[in-house]
């Protein structure tokens, strides 16, 4: 298997915690973004959507959608279980995964993309026509993330991680969007207690590095 | 099990038809979004996102997100299997669904919801501030809904079904999507006749009327 990344950005990101809470170390190629190498035909020809990451498989498969690639390591890799066991354990790690990439994750792309100069004419990701920024976009990215912390916060009161009592991929999508929010100058509201505790329990894992 | 749902809505639609697949007939209530009934306490206390679909386990537990109801529902009645039988098969599903709900369904999502005159003052769904509609926004999805509706195409010439050999719940998605996108006025292009092929295959499943 190899694996295309890039270290910083916050996709492949997701992958490489799944993939070193799993105990996996695969052969990685760097693709770097801002220079555009993701829309570059020698990346195309791997992932035609031009997005981070791709995972190609023994048999010249390729898997692309962050979420997809942890599927297909959770199937051949079972341990330690990241999305859960049982149906109802299965679908309430998706439904907060989910939540996590559309609620935090993607509102903070939207800053993100349509405020850094970098992407200035490519404030949409992936092989798509140039697009420039759309401040209001980024405007309304801040509404929805700031939500979304609230949320967070509030879900964290009651339970240690964020779809129940066991860490699963839920985790590693917020705990990602955390990161990637600090990109755009939104660190955890101090008063956010709970999320600071969790932050500080994710920190400290091995994978957090990865 | 009880499923919160409204009849025209694109995402209540592809719970409603994965479950005719299945061949369940499950009670459902209708909520009306146009007239901000998912923001009405009533809903909220069922789901606080405020987005439909939601569906209540005998056990009281609240699914929402579409994916992770399939999920549960896949998970609790295996036959037929829409969302794949190998590692292999479950990753390659997932990323063609996903691919089909942010490049499809989320493109034509913004073209509607934010030049729809019902949601004026509501152009982001669920329970989030009002938010005026965005123009450009509306443009980005067009320019992104033809994009996704070429590539559709392309890959319907070598396959039959959106994920392959097998009908999924990348066609379900892909079905609401190509749905959704008439009441944006965005039909198939004539000259696209492998989806046309696919799309008249669709309509005549009797989970179509779902």
Known sequence: MKLYSMKQAVNPQRVRIFLAEK?????TEEIDIP??????????????????PALVLD????????????????????????LGATPKEQAIIDMRQREMEFDGLQ????????????????????????????PDLA??????AALWFERLNESLESQEFVAGDSYSIADITAFCAVLFARWVKMPIPDHHSHT???FAAMKERP???A
């Open 23 to 27: 105990g996996l170390d695969i052969e």
């Open 35 to 52: 220079s555009g190498q993701n829309r570059e035909e020698s990346f195309l020809s791997v992932n035609p959507r031009g997005l981070l």
């Open 59 to 82: 048999d010249g498969t390729v898997l692309h959608e962050s979420v997809a690639i942890c599927r297909y390591i959770e199937g051949v890799h079972p341990e330690p279980c990241l």
């Open 196 to 198: 600071q505790r969790w």
């Open 107 to 134: 509102s903070i792309a939207w800053i993100f993309r349509n405020t850094a100069p970098h992407f200035a004419a490519r404030s949409h990701p992936g092989a798509v026509p140039d697009m420039a920024q759309l």
């Open 207 to 209: 994978s957090a590095k």
């Open 139 to 144: 405007a309304r990215g801040q509404i929805l």
